[in-house]
């Protein structure tokens, strides 16, 4: 991979990076405990805790990728950074600008 692709995917996972990071601080602040004192109904009080719920997850999933972004962020200068895991071709551009974070081809991946 030349220097250029290279500049351009660690460009993709540093914006990637910097979006994720403001989704999950907003979605901590969903994913807090719904307060038992505070003085919202009791249907409110169950949107209010599946929401919460929801949040959590979706907090969750953003911090695996998140994990996977800074890795791929660390990995983007190595010489098998692009080369997919398991069958060693290179992973296709698109698809990396895409999914910096993808460590196989499309076809592996399936
Ligand atoms: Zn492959």
Same mark, same amino acid.
């Given at each position: 991979m030349d220097d250029?692709? #290279?500049r !351009? @995917? #660690?460009?993709?996972? /540093? /914006?990637? @990076?910097?979006? *994720? !990071?403001a989704q999950i601080?907003? *979605?901590e602040d969903n994913a807090k405990p719904v307060s038992l004192d505070e003085p919202i109904g009791r249907l409110s009080r169950m949107d209010a805790i599946a929401? !919460? +719920?929801l949040s959590g997850r979706v907090l +969750?999933? +953003?911090k695996t990728r998140l994990s996977r972004l800074q890795r791929a962020l660390v990995a983007v200068d190595s010489p098998d950074f692009g080369l997919c895991?398991?069958?060693? /071709?290179e992973i296709p551009l698109p698809r990396l600008l895409a999914m910096? /974070? +993808?460590?196989?081809c499309v076809d592996c991946a399936e």
């Open positions: 250029a692709k #290279r !351009q @995917i #660690r460009r993709r996972i /540093e /914006e990637a @990076i910097a979006e *994720l !990071q601080n907003g *979605l929401n !919460q +719920a +969750a999933e +953003a895991d398991e069958c060693g /071709e910096p /974070e +993808a460590r196989r």
